[in-house]
T-cell receptor, first 116, second 108 residues
Framework: NAGVMQNPRHLVRRRGQEARLRCSPMKGHSHVYWYRQLPEEGLKFMVYLQKENIIDESGMPKERFSAEFPKEGPSILRIQQVVRGDSAAYFC??????????????FGSGTRLTVV | TQLLEQSPQFLSIQEGENLTVYCNSSSVFSSLQWYRQEPGEGPVLLVTVVTGGEVKKLKRLTFQFGDARKDSSLHITAAQPGDTGLYLCAGVKEKLTFGTGTRLTIIP
């Protein structure tokens, strides 16, 4: 997991504040995926990005959530006006895809968001 | 929506026993992966199965992919306390779709 870096590891926000979660993919990986995990549950897909493009955002809530993966720098998952229900672990994964073949996913250690 | 149902959801057994975890879906996937997740960490890939009917062994763990590539099983022989964790199956298409998870506890 050391290859995909997520920060912060823990984030506490008050209701109504903004949360910004960062993910630096493994070197050479240009595909990033964000997942959310509630306690005792599996991971739910949120969004799939390549550099400067959102490929699939079918799992993103339509309001308050946004994601980007700029040409330079980490991928950012942004949650505006957080509510208690946003409290969860957010995981990022990266992969290398060449000519449609995915070489496998590597996950970061996650960011645990707590909304108080 | 593609759903992968895992069973059982929770399993607690004595050290040395055998166990099987199941992963079932109504969708066909190009491949299926199994992950183990420790508390406070991200999932770690255990195996990828690609071909219908494929069986892969990883020491005491045996993974099988169903003939129709919709279901899979994980069998652990002589379970050890170090096997404790959350086991997740994931179907692979353009993205990973995770199963509901099986939390396994091995009692020494």
């Amino acid at each position: 997991n050391a290859g995909v870096m997520q920060n912060p590891r823990h984030l506490v926000r008050r209701r109504g504040q903004e949360a910004r979660l960062r993910c630096s993919p493994m070197k050479g990986h240009s595909h990033v995926y964000w997942y959310r995990q509630l306690p005792e549950e599996g991971l739910k897909f949120m969004v799939y990005l390549q550099k400067e493009n959102i490929i699939d955002e079918s799992g993103m809530p339509k309001e308050r959530f946004s994601a980007e993966f700029p040409k330079e720098g980490p991928s950012i998952l942004r949650i505006q006006q957080v509510v208690r229900g946003d409290s969860a672990a957010y995981f990022c994964a990266s992969s290398q895809v060449t000519r449609g073949y995915n070489y496998g996913y590597t996950f970061g250690s996650g960011t645990r968001l707590t909304v108080v | 929506t593609q759903l992968l149902e895992q069973s059982p959801q929770f399993l607690s057994i004595q050290e040395g026993e055998n166990l099987t975890v199941y992963c079932n879906s109504s969708s066909v996937f190009s491949s299926l992966q199994w992950y183990r997740q420790e508390p406070g960490e991200g999932p770690v890939l255990l195996v990828t199965v690609v071909t219908g009917g494929e069986v892969k062994k990883l020491k005491r763990l045996t993974f099988q992919f169903g003939d129709a590539r919709k279901d899979s099983s994980l069998h652990i022989t002589a379970a050890q306390p170090g096997d404790t964790g959350l086991y997740l199956c994931a179907g692979v298409k353009e993205k990973l779709t995770f199963g509901t998870g099986t939390r396994l506890t091995i009692i020494p």
